[in-house]
């Protein structure tokens, strides 16, 4: 049983780790989707790429701030 | 052939680095307990990630639909990539420790040391569950990565998945000690990096994103996520530079 909720809170972990963070970026996809759908401009899907990288940014400078101000 | 070789090249690499993992588990437990137990362990452990490919694999590759295929497993992937990501930003610009191979070997041995009957079971209980939570990230990386780049992309994940595992274990048996020099954290930064992009290409394309100049845009998308990483390691040094 230990084995089996191990590898379960494995499997989630593969995808989540900050369930706030998993999203804003399955967020950005969606918005990405809907703009794809009503946009046909070619290379306008580099934008969801710029927005998960922006996501990435300040997601990573946030908890580093956090670990900073709990140290 | 571009895919084929990003399809082997992405199973290589994160299996290479969780293989160096599992590797460091099986042999603290085989040099103080003899190997018999933990070499069982391992190798029920492969099969039963073997069976969770098979499975998986043929079921992405017979049963979901090219696009949404492409849309599900290319936003998992992009999930996967930005954690991958996440932590070797975190763990380059100095704010989380970096995977220490001897810390990880000390580790097990402890656990071992607090468990002296059925001395067996345990060494095989502990390289099952060693190698087998290991593999779970090969398992997705390969089926993922194979079952999304087209026919032929299963056997090519497969094969870069198998190479890896193969090499790392020839270089535990000749070292017999746990691979700390292996650049494990630099590697997962290049794998969390090629994951991101082909995660966001193929979830974009299951979207119905044309690419300009096709596959070659990861490329690009690879340029985006890599600066963006490196824009945070900097932004985040120049706060703590103590701790950078």
Redo the contacts between chains.
């Keep these: 049983m230990k084995?089996l909720r191990?590898?379960v809170a494995?499997?989630i972990g593969?995808?989540?780790?900050d369930w706030a963070?998993?999203a804003v970026?399955?967020g950005i996809?969606g918005i990405?989707?809907f703009v794809?759908?009503r946009v046909h401009v070619?290379?306008?899907?580099?934008v969801?790429?710029?927005a998960?990288?922006?996501?990435?940014?300040y997601?990573?400078?946030f908890?580093?701030?956090q670990?900073?101000g709990r140290s | 052939m571009y895919s084929q070789l990003l399809t082997f090249g992405a199973a290589f690499l994160g299996s290479a680095v969780e293989s160096v993992e599992a590797l460091t588990i099986v042999l603290a437990v085989g040099l103080t307990r003899g190997w018999r137990s933990p070499l069982y362990g391992a190798a029920v452990a492969l099969v039963l990630l073997a069976v969770l490919v098979l499975i998986f694999g043929q079921l992405i590759v017979t049963r979901v639909p090219e696009l949404t295929l492409k849309l599900i497993i290319g936003t998992l992937i992009v999930l996967f990539g930005l954690r991958w990501l996440h932590k070797a930003i975190l763990r380059s610009a100095g704010i989380i420790a970096m995977h220490d191979e001897n810390k990880s070997y000390e580790d097990t041995l402890k656990e071992l040391s607090g468990s002296p009957l059925r001395q067996d079971w345990v060494a095989f209980t502990i390289a099952l569950k060693g190698v087998f939570l290991e593999g779970m990230e090969v398992v997705f990386i390969v089926v993922a990565v194979g079952g999304t780049s087209g026919s032929g992309g299963l056997p090519t994940a497969v094969a870069g998945g198998l190479l890896a595992m193969l090499v790392i274990a020839v270089v535990g048996v000749v070292v017999r000690r746990p691979l700390a020099q292996v650049p494990e954290n630099t590697l997962k930064y290049a794998v969390g990096v090629i994951l991101a992009s082909i995660g966001t290409f193929w979830a974009a394309e299951g979207m119905g994103a044309v690419w300009p100049l096709d596959l070659v845009s990861v490329l690009g998308l690879a340029a985006i996520y890599f600066g963006a990483s490196r824009v945070a390691v900097m932004m985040i040094g120049r706060r703590s530079p103590v701790m950078a």
């Design positions: 084995f191990a590898a494995e499997v593969l995808f989540v780790g963070q998993t970026s399955i996809l990405g989707w794809l759908s070619n290379g306008i899907a580099f969801i790429g710029i998960l990288a922006v996501q990435i940014v997601a990573t400078t908890e580093a701030r670990r900073s």
